[in-house]
């Protein structure tokens, strides 16, 4: 499975485009996962929207993953779930997680990141890498040297998320994610489709090359 380009749906900054119009233009441009995430609306409604997303990355060929509910996730069919330091255990979501069913989890530590993963995850996530204006609560940037110390640490996919640009998105390849997660780099631009394809050229050349050619 290809964890290059993972896209974070965010109505707050897409120009008034839904979640779902969000997804199905990202994925245009070559997204590999779709997460959808929304703290604001109630289950009922964040469960059709769920169920739209999940026809559009079928579709696509790509992953879908839920933020924070196993509930809407396990309803909707969905590939994964994304959980935070705050939410439920990991391992206790793998116990009535479906057969194949991916679990990743935000990490901000190597401590953190080796407890995942012997709890059952499949993916980790360094958020926030740098300063980002997406996520209130995110806290300042970890940096490069740690996102090395947890690549270093695990052997689980490790992905990019927080302040990651066009312009430096090459430099957290380098550094050992094997993804980008992103928000407003893509979501947030007027032309999705576009920016999404930019990014995943980017994050392409930078594995191929070593070093991102543009950076």
Not at 108 to 113: I, L, P, R, T, W
Not at 119 to 146: C, I, Q
Not at 190 to 199: F, Q, T, V
């Given at each position: 499975?290809?964890?290059d380009?993972?896209?974070v749906?965010?109505?707050?900054?897409?120009?008034?485009?839904?979640?779902?119009?969000?997804?199905?233009?990202?994925?245009?441009?070559?997204?590999?996962?779709?997460?959808?995430?929304?703290?604001?609306?109630?289950?009922?409604?964040?469960?059709?929207?769920?169920?739209?997303?999940?026809?559009?990355?079928?579709?696509?060929?790509?992953?879908?993953?839920?933020?924070?509910?196993?509930?809407?996730?396990?309803?909707?069919?969905?590939?994964?779930?994304?959980?935070?330091?705050?939410?439920?255990?990991?391992?206790?979501?793998?116990?009535?997680?479906?057969?194949?069913?991916?679990?990743?989890?935000?990490?901000?530590?190597?401590?953190?990141?080796?407890?995942?993963?012997?709890?059952?995850?499949?993916?980790?996530?360094?958020?926030p890498?740098?300063?980002?204006?997406?996520?209130?609560?995110?806290?300042?940037?970890f940096?490069?040297?740690?996102?090395?110390?947890?690549?270093?640490?695990?052997?689980?996919?490790?992905?990019a998320?927080?302040?990651?640009?066009?312009?430096?998105?090459?430099?957290?390849?380098?550094?050992?994610?094997?993804?980008?997660?992103?928000?407003?780099?893509?979501?947030?631009?007027?032309?999705?489709?576009?920016?999404?394809?930019?990014?995943?050229?980017?994050?392409?050349?930078?594995?191929?090359?070593?070093?991102?050619?543009?950076?």
């Amino acid at each position: 499975m290809a964890f290059d380009l993972y896209v974070v749906t965010d109505e707050a900054i897409g120009f008034g485009r839904s979640h779902a119009r969000q997804a199905e233009l990202a994925l245009r441009g070559g997204a590999d996962i779709i997460q959808l995430r929304d703290k604001t609306l109630p289950d009922d409604q964040l469960l059709r929207v769920a169920e739209e997303i999940r026809h559009l990355t079928r579709d696509a060929g790509a992953l879908f993953i839920v933020n924070d509910s196993p509930a809407i996730a396990f309803a909707c069919g969905a590939d994964g779930l994304h959980l935070g330091q705050q939410d439920i255990p990991v391992a206790t979501a793998r116990k009535h997680a479906p057969p194949g069913f991916l679990i990743g989890t935000s990490v901000g530590s190597v401590a953190e990141a080796v407890s995942a993963e012997r709890a059952g995850a499949d993916y980790l996530a360094l958020s926030p890498v740098f300063a980002t204006t997406s996520k209130a609560d995110a806290g300042n940037g970890f940096g490069l040297a740690r996102l090395k110390d947890i690549r270093d640490a695990t052997r689980l996919p490790l992905i990019a998320i927080g302040g990651i640009t066009h312009v430096n998105v090459g430099s957290v390849i380098d550094a050992g994610a094997d993804g980008v997660a992103v928000i407003s780099a893509v979501v947030g631009a007027e032309d999705i489709s576009a920016a999404a394809a930019e990014m995943k050229a980017r994050i392409l050349a930078a594995k191929q090359q070593g070093s991102s050619p543009y950076f």
